[in-house]
């Protein structure tokens, strides 16, 4: 398998952590990772060469003659801090299993060149919440020894804190697989998932929003976890502006729909509090009614 | 294996890929194949560049990926004739391409449908996208559109030009425009217009009247059509004074055009 990176320069890094996002459900992740790179000012010094993973996204051509390809990108970026940081944005995510493992491995590649002993991902879980409540941080570490470090970042829980999951769950994806590969080659990883309601992450194709209060909680998590203050003042605007559009959508569910939702304001975890959290069928039938009224298009314009 | 003694020298490949517009670039590779004698040359194992995880059923045939190279003796020619990959598309391109080294190809010419808003009765008429220049001026002679101004989703053939341009192989795409309501099944009128362009590219002397015979009888075909359906006939009449049609119409034309095209 031969070198499929480009490093553009060299950074002099020590000891740096990586920290990885692509875009997935509500973009949570690659929100909150590209405001961390913008907010340190991270310069760029390499990418994946990405024709080797993805289809082009357009082509141009000038009087007949092919001019250039654009493909999705996957970008490094370094940023030397109180602790230094190699930032990786991917623009897409591969569907098959393979390329993933590939894509997984070049990463890790470069992160090592440069001396990397730890890896974050941040991506958004899928959660029985309401839009009202702040989001909480699932943290899943690849290896027991950080399990109680996770423990103690701001607003994180652990699997086995999710009453029925026992400590068990799936990361889909690149920022599963990343942190799978990093424990094989023995390195540290820890992936930070933003909640999102479960209704909003179900809203249909034209519907689809981004979700950056799950992203303000996740870049809170990573704050702690990497030792640095996060200004995270704009996304929290960007936060509000976004639940604005939620609560117009909301208002238009149909009541009894509205009513089902409501119940998830009081849904925990840990101590479930009254009226208690619904069910696994009410969360269907919630599902299936938000999915029929979009298909519908009723009110919402 | 092709044997060394009969391997084309410096041969042009051509590449026809499936799905496609009409089909055309299989259909024309078909042509090629069968009225050439063309020799199975070496093929692409699908493993790694299509989902196998079942196989798909189209009227009634079990269908399987499919990547093989023919050539022909004394034409110095060769073609590729495959399905679109569905993953792994630069590294499968460069398999291609490294055949393509192997025999030293001066030239890759690929053939595809452009599925366009146009009658069935009008002219079909050619476009070609190169990556070289020096390619471009060679062809300048021929009933081609040479100077398409484009920014937009790209195909396989527009990502083998890029892949080729890599390693400095000259290529071209040749699109032949393909009324829409064609575009699932066949078009003879396509097929021959790309046929005549390669007949007189490569001085092949092919016999394209089993193509006129095949014209004819769509043409009547579709006379019968527009006889019987004065909404088909309608949307027809349309599109040849240039009005265009509706999305609704448009559906609407390729809906009663496939009960009876295929």
């Known amino acids: ?301 | 294996m092709i044997e060394e003694a009969s391997r084309p020298g410096s041969p042009f490949l051509i590449v026809g890929w499936s799905p496609d517009g009409g089909e055309v670039g299989w259909r024309v590779l078909d042509y090629l194949n069968k009225h050439l004698s063309a020799r199975e040359l070496n093929e692409i194992e699908p493993l790694g560049f299509f989902s196998l995880g079942g196989v798909q059923v189209k009227n009634n045939i079990i269908h399987f990926p499919q990547s093989k190279f023919y050539f022909v003796e004394g034409k110095n020619l060769i073609f590729f004739k495959s399905s679109q990959p569905g993953s792994k598309g630069y590294e499968f391109l460069n398999r291609v391409l490294d055949v393509a080294r192997r025999f030293n190809v001066q030239g890759v010419y690929t053939i595809g449908g452009l599925v366009s808003m146009m009658a069935h009765t009008e002219e079909r008429r050619m476009t070609a996208v190169f990556n070289n220049p020096e390619l471009k001026k060679s062809l300048a002679a021929y009933d081609l559109e040479m100077d398409l101004d484009y920014q937009g989703a790209p195909s396989m053939s527009g990502f083998l030009l890029w892949a080729a341009r890599n390693r400095n192989i000259a290529a071209v795409s040749c699109w032949v425009n393909i009324p829409f309501y064609f575009a699932e099944g066949v078009d003879p009128k396509a097929d021959k217009t790309v046929l005549s362009l390669l007949n007189r590219r490569f001085a092949l002397n092919m016999d394209l009247r089993e193509l006129d015979q095949a014209i004819e009888k769509q043409d009547e075909e579709m006379l019968r059509i527009r006889e019987n359906n004065l909404e088909v006939d309608r949307y027809i009449t349309k599109l040849e004074r240039n009005w265009g049609l509706t999305q609704e119409e448009a559906g609407k034309l390729v809906q009663e055009i496939s009960k009876f095209v295929t």
């Open chain 1, 1 to 301: 398998m031969g070198r499929k990176y480009k490093i553009f320069k060299k950074p002099e890094t020590h000891d740096p952590y990586l920290i990885a996002a692509w875009p997935g459900i509500g973009n949570i992740g690659l929100l909150a990772v590209n405001y961390l790179k913008n907010g340190l000012g991270a310069e760029e010094f390499g990418e994946i060469e990405p024709w080797h993973f993805f289809f082009p996204k357009t082509i141009s051509t000038e009087k007949g003659i092919l001019q250039g390809m654009d493909f999705p990108a996957s970008k490094f970026y370094y940023k030397k801090a109180e602790r230094d940081l190699i930032i990786f944005l991917g623009e897409a995510q591969p569907g098959e299993e393979d390329v993933i493992y590939e894509i997984a491995n070049s990463v890790l590649d470069v992160a090592e060149e440069f001396g990397c002993k730890r890896v974050y991902t941040a991506g958004a879980a899928v959660a029985p919440i309401h839009h009202t409540v702040k989001p909480r941080v699932w943290a899943v570490p690849n290896k027991k020894s950080l399990l109680e470090e996770v423990k103690g970042y701001r607003n994180t829980i652990v699997m086995s804190d999710l009453g029925e999951r026992e400590g068990r769950g799936n990361i889909t994806g690149l920022n599963g697989v990343l942190l799978g590969v990093a424990r094989k080659r023995n390195l540290e990883g820890i992936c930070l998932l933003g909640e999102i309601p479960m209704y909003i992450a179900h809203f249909p194709g034209p519907y689809t929003i981004m979700y950056p209060k799950a992203s303000q909680s996740v870049l809170e998590a990573l704050g702690y976890g990497l030792r640095i203050r996060i200004d995270t003042g704009d996304i929290k605007a960007l936060a509000d502006s976004v639940e604005r559009k939620v609560e117009a959508l909301y208002g238009s569910l149909p009541s009894e729909i509205r009513e089902e939702l409501d119940k998830l304001k009081h849904v925990g975890y840990v101590q479930p509090t009254e009226p208690g959290p619904i069910t696994e069928e009410e969360k269907e039938k919630i599902l299936k009614e938000v999915e029929e009224f979009f298909k519908k298009g009723e009110k919402y314009d």
